[in-house]
């Protein structure tokens, strides 16, 4: 892989504002211990606070993050019984609203934690130029045009795909 992005360990020296992924955002809000890069994570975002770093978000990231909860728990649920998780979704269509219910206490943290970016309305333009550009999938184009549209140019993730985008710098684990 073609490495364009400036990529920093979690001992960097950090920015003034940073955008918080999909991946580093649920590994922090509800990964286990056991998971690669679960302590580093969890490190990672007291020094952000300690250090008065402002963390942002888009909806984007609460998207994927819900989806990402929700399928967990069907899966979870699934396993008693058997069932794929989409079979869990349309047999047992409930689930989703009690997962949905349990889900709110991890967005009230992510709340607390962020302030959310406004999608504004150049960001699907951005982000269809960095996906043929760059050759990256729709998500992490839109998360990074959406950051890039308020002017902020550092990520912290645990997805390798954003180091391949000039002009960024890239705070990961990995």
Not at 36 to 47: D, K, V
Not at 113 to 136: C, H, N
Request: proline share 3%; glycine share 4%; hydrophobic share 45%.
């Amino acid at each position: 892989m073609n490495v364009s992005a400036k990529q920093l360990d979690f001992d960097a020296k950090l920015p003034e504002i940073i955008y918080w992924d999909t991946s580093f955002t649920t590994l922090y809000l509800y990964g286990e211990p056991t998971e690669p890069y679960y302590a580093e994570c969890h490190a990672f975002q007291q020094r952000l606070k300690s250090e008065g770093v402002l963390s942002v978000v888009s909806d984007f990231v609460y998207d994927e993050t819900a989806f990402i909860w929700l399928k967990r728990e069907l899966i979870k649920a699934g396993q008693s019984l058997g069932l794929h998780w989409l079979d869990m979704k349309d047999k047992h269509p409930n689930l989703i609203g009690q997962a949905m219910r349990d889900f709110k206490e991890k967005k009230a943290d992510l709340e607390e934690l962020t302030l959310k970016l406004p999608i504004a309305d150049e960001v699907t333009t951005l982000a269809f130029d960095l996906m043929e550009q760059f050759d990256l999938l729709p998500t992490d184009a839109y998360h990074i045009a959406t950051a890039l549209s308020s002017e902020v140019t550092a990520f912290v993730t645990i997805d390798e795909d954003f180091l391949q985008v000039d002009g960024i710098e890239v705070y990961t684990a990995l």
